[in-house]
């Protein structure tokens, strides 16, 4: 049996404190089904706490007063910090989620690290005032910390989006607190720790483990300006929905049923290899998966066999083993969500063309095949829900042009791929599709561009200019007649 990790405190304005109620989170070993961690479960009160030293932080404490270059120097040792215990993170981060060790290096530590790095790059490049001619005058347009933001993060890539959220904001000059998943918590102490060390001032983070009760209670704390959520669309909508009883901002980063879309030039080979690790990404819990696989008619034989023979070849294991390339699902619910929907889709017509129940041998943890359906219709529930976990659809199209309709005919619009011979093709193909991230012969995910959704995949952007940008509210200052700004 694994040791029991415990905790019995809550990281609240930079410290270590005892949290005010008594309930607590176990974390349950998704390939075993055991406990094997356990946290405090923070209270509303414990809420109001971390709100109240955020508020201190920023409207008194010295955060936001420093100079970028001195924000910019706490930060880089916690961007360093993970590049040091890159695979302490990772494993931890497999403990809880499933994720094989292997592809958590990457994924859930290294890249963390990446948004850390590409975050600082974009602050020391960012415009924060500008003189502007305006009608009746000279302006200055200046950039200013929104304040205070919670920061909720999914189970899935807890420490990706937490970088994704802690990074812009902290280096615009705001606190945070951050609300993780009580499928997770056990990661967010290793924040919690790294964040000390590096040296933030009292206030500027707490780290609160909750569940959808308190983050609600978070989201609607009239001490927030701003919040970042990344989640399902339903809870989306709902923090949506709270955040404007306040008028508080909000980025919202959302599902995602994308589909990359195979053209008839298209090397197999490569579209293959290129495709399998992104639609099973994280044992398939990915809001920016390739779940949806479009090829052409006049190949679909050969993408069936290329697709199911390789999708039955990805080797399914504890996801400590680092020959796994395909771990559980996080919780028993998620794996009974993904044996509901491959019934669901038998229902409709589909048909398995490999996978499609518990592999032999893991019937203990949350364990579901890697699935693919054929036969897919873009009506069917299986192409058009998001299902979040090893379950694939391979749909047929007749002309690029139907391709292009089928990709776009979906409620989500996060991500997506194009493979293809001609690369000129691709990127028309690319701008006709409607999504927030395309790729053409492969699949990135650029922490120095905007990432985010179109439709129902989400609100606002993160990363790049244009995600550090949603941290800041804009101030124009009026200039009397005559006087030349500085440097204008």
Avoid at 17 to 23: F, M, N, V
Avoid at 175 to 181: A, E, G
Avoid at 237 to 257: D, F, I, P, S
Wanted: proline fraction near 6%; charge should be negative; hydrophobic fraction near 45%.
């Amino acid at each position: 049996m694994t040791e029991l990790v415990e905790h019995g405190q809550l990281f609240i304005g930079g410290e270590l404190t005892d949290p005010l109620g008594k309930d607590v989170i176990e974390v349950v070993s998704p390939h075993t089904g055991e406990v094997f961690g356990r946290v405090p479960h923070a209270a509303p009160g414990d809420v109001d706490r971390a709100v109240a030293a955020a508020r201190r932080a920023f409207d008194e404490g010295p955060w936001p007063r420093m100079t970028l270059d001195e924000r910019i120097e706490v930060v880089a040792r916690i961007k360093d910090a993970f590049a040091v215990r890159h695979e302490e993170i990772a494993r931890v981060i497999s403990s809880q989620n499933g994720t094989p060790f292997t592809a958590s290096i990457m994924v859930q530590a290294l890249a963390a690290m990446m948004v850390w790095d590409s975050a600082i790059t974009v602050a020391r490049d960012f415009t924060y005032e500008q003189a502007r001619d305006g009608v009746l005058g000279k302006l200055l347009v200046r950039r200013e910390p929104v304040g205070v933001v919670a920061a909720v993060v999914p189970w899935n890539v807890p420490q990706f989006t937490a970088a994704a959220k802690l990074a812009p904001a902290l280096l615009a000059g705001c606190p945070v607190i951050l609300k993780t998943s009580p499928e997770t918590p056990l990661d967010g102490y290793l924040l919690a720790e790294i964040a000390a060390e590096a040296g933030l001032p009292e206030g500027v983070l707490s780290i609160l483990p909750a569940d959808r009760e308190v983050s609600e209670y978070l989201v609607a704390h009239p001490g927030i300006d701003k919040i970042s959520f990344t989640g399902s669309v339903g809870a989306g909508k709902r923090v949506m929905e709270v955040a404007a009883r306040n008028l508080t901002r909000v980025t919202l980063e959302l599902g995602g049923k994308s589909a990359a879309v195979i053209l008839e030039d298209a090397d197999a080979a490569s579209a293959v290899a290129g495709i399998v690790p992104f639609a099973w990404m994280i044992n398939g819990q990915a809001c920016v998966a390739q779940t949806r696989i479009l090829v052409p008619r006049s190949r679909y034989d050969e993408f069936a066999d290329a697709f199911a023979s390789a999708a039955g070849a990805l080797k399914v294991g504890d996801p400590l083993d680092p020959a796994t390339e395909l771990g559980p699902l996080v919780a028993r619910r998620q794996q009974q969500r993904s044996l509901d929907y491959i019934r669901i889709g038998q229902e409709e017509g589909a048909k398995i063309l490999t996978g499609g129940g518990v592999p032999k041998g893991f019937e203990q943890g949350w364990y579901v095949e890697p699935t693919l359906f054929g036969d897919v219709d873009n009506s069917m529930r299986v192409a058009r829900e998001e299902i979040f976990g090893p379950v694939i659809c391979l749909l047929p199209y007749g002309d690029e042009a139907e391709a292009v309709k089928i990709a776009n005919d979906s409620d989500y619009g996060l991500s997506g791929s194009v493979w293809t011979g001609d690369v000129e093709r691709g990127i028309d193909v690319a701008r006709r599709v409607r999504t927030g991230t395309y790729s053409v012969n492969t699949f990135s995910l650029d922490m120095l561009g905007p990432f985010g959704g179109y439709k129902n995949s989400g609100v606002g952007r993160e990363f790049g200019p244009e995600g550090y940008g949603e941290y800041f509210e804009h101030k124009m200052i009026h200039l009397p007649a005559g006087y030349e700004p500085e440097g204008a």
